[in-house]
């Protein structure tokens, strides 16, 4: 809603609206990890339960499942088979080219950092970052916990 807002040129207060994009699409926020090298699972944007299907069969479960644009990972789940994946894809969103779920392989015992801005910003500029303020399991949000 941000960047429609911003496009119609109006005030939007807060985190700029391109700030907002560039962590919430996933294929900017995915070109940024690549350019600092942080690692990755595997991910694809899907907007047919049909496509998702095929990819997680083939990337075998379990996988995460989150829809674009959400906060604090709102209707993300982890999906250990094909049951779940119906479950899951219909509480997360409706399937479209504007509002594609994400599907990532999910890596079991896999720990997530989040850091503050600042120490953010001092790792995307090669600088030392100072602290990591949580270290949460994978698949959680700060919201979530």
Same mark, same amino acid.
């Given at each position: 809603?941000?960047?429609? =807002?911003? /496009?119609?040129?109006?005030?939007?207060? @807060?985190? &700029?609206?391109?700030?907002?994009? %560039?962590?919430?699409?996933?294929?900017?926020?995915?070109?940024?990890?690549?350019?600092?090298?942080?690692?990755?699972?595997?991910?694809?944007?899907?907007?047919?339960?049909?496509?998702?299907?095929?990819?997680?069969?083939?990337?075998?479960?379990?996988? =995460?499942? /989150?829809?674009?644009?959400?906060?604090? @990972?709102? &209707?993300?789940?982890?999906?250990? %088979?094909?049951?779940?994946?119906?479950?899951?894809?219909?509480?997360?969103?409706?399937?479209?080219?504007?509002?594609?779920?994400?599907?990532?392989?999910?890596?079991?015992?896999?720990?997530?950092?989040?850091?503050?801005?600042?120490?953010?910003?001092? =790792?995307?500029?090669?600088?030392?970052?100072?602290?990591?303020?949580?270290?949460?399991?994978?698949?959680?949000?700060?919201?979530?916990?």
């Amino acid at each position: 809603m941000a960047m429609s =807002l911003h /496009r119609q040129k109006a005030r939007v207060l @807060g985190t &700029a609206p391109e700030r907002i994009d %560039n962590a919430e699409n996933r294929y900017k926020f995915s070109r940024l990890l690549n350019e600092i090298h942080v690692l990755q699972p595997k991910w694809k944007n899907f907007d047919t339960l049909k496509e998702a299907e095929e990819w997680c069969e083939e990337m075998k479960y379990p996988v =995460l499942i /989150r829809p674009s644009y959400v906060l604090s @990972g709102a &209707a993300m789940n982890v999906a250990r %088979n094909e049951k779940d994946l119906e479950a899951y894809v219909g509480n997360a969103t409706t399937l479209s080219p504007d509002h594609p779920v994400v599907i990532s392989k999910f890596i079991e015992d896999a720990k997530g950092q989040e850091i503050s801005e600042a120490n953010f910003l001092a =790792l995307i500029s090669s600088k030392k970052p100072e602290t990591i303020s949580r270290i949460l399991p994978e698949g959680f949000q700060m919201g979530q916990i």
